[in-house]
C-alpha cells in the first residue's frame, strides 16, 4: 500500500517541499506587489526593474521565472533588443533531486539497520554475560557434567570402602572378644 504523498501547489506548480512552496508563494507575493507598483507602459523603467531583479536573483522558483520570462516578452514586444536585456538564469538541479531520492532510500533503511544494530549489541552482552557466569559458576554445566558426577561418585565410593573397613574391623574385634570371652 502507498502512503499518499502530499502535495505542495503554488500558481499552477507542484513542489517537491513544503520549504519550496513556501518560497514560491512568497515570490507570489512579490510579484503581486511589483504588478501594483510598477507600471508596466514605460519600457525603460520596466527594462530597469527587469536587469535589477535578474541582477539581484530575486526569483529562484518557476513561479518567479515565469513573471521574468512574462517581463521579457513585454519588453521583446516593446522594441527593446536583446542585447540590453540580461538572460533569466534558472536551473533544476538534477543531483539534488537524485541526492533526495538516495536520502530517502537510505532513511527507508536506516531506521531498519539501526534496530538491527541494537539487537546485535544486546544479544553480544548477553553471550559475554552467559560465558562469564559459566566460567565462575561452581555448579556443574553440560559440558563437565560427567566428570563432577564421576570425582562425586569416587568420593562416596572411597567413604563407602572406609566405613566398611571400620566395621569389619571393629566385626573382627568382636569376634574376638567373644572367642576371649569365652575361652
Do not use: C
Request: glycine residues 2%; aromatic residues 8%.
Amino acid at each position: 500500500m502507498m502512503e499518499a504523498k502530499e502535495k505542495f501547489i503554488v500558481d499552477g506548480f507542484e513542489f517537491a517541499t513544503k520549504k519550496e512552496a513556501t518560497a514560491a508563494q512568497k515570490e507570489v507575493e512579490s510579484v503581486k506587489y511589483i504588478k501594483e507598483k510598477v507600471k508596466h507602459d514605460n519600457s525603460d523603467k520596466l527594462l530597469s526593474m527587469y536587469n535589477k531583479l535578474i541582477e539581484e536573483n530575486v526569483f529562484k522558483t518557476p513561479v518567479g521565472i515565469s513573471y521574468l520570462r512574462e517581463l521579457q516578452g513585454r519588453l521583446y514586444r516593446s522594441g527593446v533588443v536583446e542585447e540590453d536585456m540580461l538572460p533569466i538564469t534558472y536551473s533544476v538541479s538534477v543531483e539534488k533531486s537524485k541526492e533526495t531520492t538516495e536520502d530517502k532510500k537510505d532513511s527507508r533503511f536506516k531506521a531498519p539497520f539501526i534496530t538491527s544494530l541494537i539487537i546485535n549489541a544486546v544479544m553480544a552482552i548477553i553471550i559475554i554475560v552467559m560465558i562469564y557466569i559459566a566460567s565462575t559458576t561452581t555448579s556443574p554445566t553440560i559440558l563437565d557434567y560427567e566428570v563432577k558426577l564421576q570425582n562425586k561418585y569416587a568420593g562416596w565410593a572411597e567413604e563407602l570402602k572406609d566405613k566398611e573397613n571400620d566395621l569389619n574391623k571393629l566385626q573382627k574385634e568382636l569376634e574376638a572378644s567373644s572367642k576371649n570371652s569365652q575361652n
